[in-house]
């Protein structure tokens, strides 16, 4: 079997059609998003839900015309309130997943999605956890919010709220078991640590340690990440190995690229790509 991965493409539109273009010149059968997916504009409550309801509704209807599957899952800059709506759309489909905390198998493979992140500086919430219970907390560039259907709620005390949730840890334990590990593939939006998938421009490593250990103590044949848009541009490495396991975080580009990973899960041969789209349609800010 052989798939597209891609990862953070932050509702760039053009740089979706070209993955759509992407997948059907590979011969894939599915492409596999890692998270982040949604607009970065202006008033994420009303931008994301009509770039869900809009763009990606007609998009999958493309995947299903040409018999390619899609499986994706919102991530930390995506509004946890927008995810119902994502999978009502999803569900409109028959090649379009939803992986988030889910297992879908595909051929002889199993994808298990998980869409939580170590606490970061930035100042939305939604999907971050302390990596493991002893974990210092980062600086802060604000104070955290959390989306609501009224707005942002904004936490007064953001450290007693995670210390009052579980940790990523703690949350891995809870994620599906595959029937066989070797015939697993983790999309896990957060990059392990130790690895080099991590590397902010800073040369600041902020992997998780929980989901580096999860891979170690569960030996998927494959783990997908991303996060880290610059990660593979500040330090050259987009693949590693975690025992027996083969870890990938293709980073992301700038607005006229999009970058990707080809791989055939057969016979386990990879290989990465940047490729010029037609235009760019990315704007953003980072809550």
Not at 135 to 147: A, D
Not at 164 to 172: G, I, Y
Not at 200 to 228: A, D
Request: hydrophobic share 35%; proline share 3%.
């Amino acid at each position: 079997m052989k798939i597209l991965y891609v990862t953070d493409l932050h509702g760039n539109v053009s740089k979706y059609q070209k993955v759509f273009e992407l997948a059907k010149g590979h011969h894939v059968q599915a492409v596999v998003n890692g998270g982040d997916m949604l607009s970065m504009e202006d008033d994420l409550h009303r931008t994301q839900r009509e770039f869900i309801l809009g763009f990606l509704d007609n998009y999958y209807s493309e995947f299903d015309k040409a018999g390619i599957y899609h499986l994706g899952l919102l991530g930390n800059d995506d509004l946890r309130i927008h995810d119902k709506c994502f999978d009502q759309t999803c569900s409109k489909y028959k090649h379009a997943v939803n992986l988030a905390q889910r297992n879908f198998k595909l051929g002889d493979y199993e994808f298990i999605g998980f869409n939580l992140v170590a606490d970061y500086p930035f100042r939305l919430k939604d999907r971050c956890r302390m990596d493991r219970r002893n974990s210092p907390f980062q600086r802060q560039l604000g104070q955290g919010l959390l989306s609501t259907e009224q707005g942002f709620q904004t936490l007064k005390d953001w450290f007693a709220v995670a210390m009052s949730k579980p940790t990523l840890e703690d949350e891995l334990v809870t994620v599906s078991k595959p029937d066989d590990m070797g015939k697993t593939v983790y999309v896990i939006h957060m990059p392990p640590a130790f690895v080099s998938l991590d590397v902010c421009w800073s040369g600041e490593k902020v992997g998780s340690e929980s989901i580096y250990k999860f891979i170690e103590n569960n030996q998927p044949r494959l783990s997908l990440h991303g996060h880290i848009h610059e990660s593979f541009a500040r330090t050259g490495v987009w693949q590693a190995q975690i025992g027996e396991t083969v870890s990938v975080q293709p980073g992301q580009s700038k607005e006229e690229m999009v970058s990707y990973v080809v791989i055939d899960l057969d016979q386990m041969k990879l290989e990465r790509f940047d490729s010029f789209t037609t235009q760019s349609c990315l704007t953003g800010i980072h809550l």
